[in-house]
């Protein structure tokens, strides 16, 4: 709320401001998932690689759930309006065979609005997961961890993390062609928060707040961006 007074409303600002938490947190996890493995079982060297495969595979499946449900509002009208309008001259609008007519350009307008609605709700339904997941980190760890589920954690990390960028980059594209531009944008915001996780969760959170109240202190992070995310979700852009 604060940055959307100092800044004016902007969801597409509130959006890079997630991805920079997204990197912030993601980082944070891995290194509050390596500490509590080395911290209850004393060694790490054999469950590293397994830890570190385990986020990467998890990028890439949330990535790949994340393209998947994000095509479901343009499936999704497609259908409905071919079930509106089964007859050839509406087909053929499709097929690119004839300019659209007024209603048609209408019918898309609308669907933009109906897709950027649908985006907006799935970037802050994932940064209410990067919540849950964070509390129910510090809950975990504030007891024994069996040491299989190190991996399944570092899966869930990675897969918000993945979800939540490519939402994002799908928000910040809109309808511009320009997919180099907004891509190294959003990278390079990812890469700066994953710089200040490392930074700040291992040499002040982790330190002086101790592992599970650090989960909790990220999650707290992650609720005033989905705060900000509210803030901005009827902004028009």
């Known amino acids: 709320a604060v940055i959307s007074i100092m800044y004016g409303r902007s969801f597409k600002r509130a959006t890079l401001m997630a991805v920079m938490m997204g990197g912030f947190s993601s980082m944070a996890f891995q290194l509050l998932i390596l500490l509590t493995f080395q911290t209850m079982y004393g060694y790490l060297f054999y469950e590293l690689g397994i830890i570190l495969t385990a986020f990467m595979a998890g990028l890439a499946l949330g990535a790949i759930f994340a393209a998947v449900i994000a095509s479901e509002p343009r499936t999704a009208w497609v259908r409905d309006k071919l079930r509106e309008r089964s007859n050839p001259a509406f087909w053929d609008c499709f097929v690119g065979l004839r300019p659209p007519r007024n209603d048609e350009v209408a019918c898309d307008l609308a669907m933009t609005k109906k897709a950027v609605r649908y985006y907006r709700i799935l970037l802050i339904a994932i940064q209410g997961d990067l919540i849950i997941f964070s509390i129910l980190l510090g809950a975990i760890f504030s007891k024994f961890c069996p040491d299989f589920l190190f991996p399944v954690l ?19 594209l ?20 994953s710089f200040l996780g490392a930074l700040l969760t291992g040499i002040f959170l982790i330190p002086i707040l101790g592992i599970p109240k650090t989960c909790f202190a990220v999650a707290l992070i992650n609720f005033a961006v989905m705060l900000l995310l509210f803030v901005n979700m009827r902004v028009v852009e």
């Open 154 to 172: 570092s899966v869930i990390a990675g897969s918000i993390a993945g979800a939540q960028f490519a939402i994002a980059n799908k928000i910040l």
């Open 174 to 193: 809109g309808r511009k062609k320009d997919v180099a531009t907004v891509g190294g944008l959003s990278y390079g915001v990812d890469l700066f928060g």
